[in-house]
């Protein structure tokens, strides 16, 4: 405690402010740790993806954004938007968790699994 004033304000305000930062990341980390790994599943018919089951000969288009909002904490993440229907869409966040080349092999699978109808 023989910090200067200057200091101990610094220290307070560099404090809330990390609260702000890493207390979400360290939600979506626990969230990460007890959630179940599989991001999309599919059949013959249907795609799942967070307990929907979409229809194969439905789904429209792929893409991939760099930047989806994920729930109330605010972080945005990498994710895979499957677009079905007339409106409907799907986000499927990668929570930054898989490398480019992963990425690109979800990418190149979905894509084949879409257009071989």
Known sequence: MDASLFRKVISVIAGIAGIGFFGRLFILMTILMVKKPVLVGYDENHLFVK??????????????????????????????????????????????ILSGKEEAEIRKRLNKYINER
């Open 51 to 96: 307990g929907h089951s979409i229809k194969r000969k439905n789904i429209t288009k792929l893409e991939q954004v760099s930047s989806a909002p994920v729930g109330m904490l605010g972080i945005k993440t990498p994710a895979f938007v499957i677009n079905y229907g007339s409106a409907g869409k799907v986000v499927i966040p990668t929570y930054h």
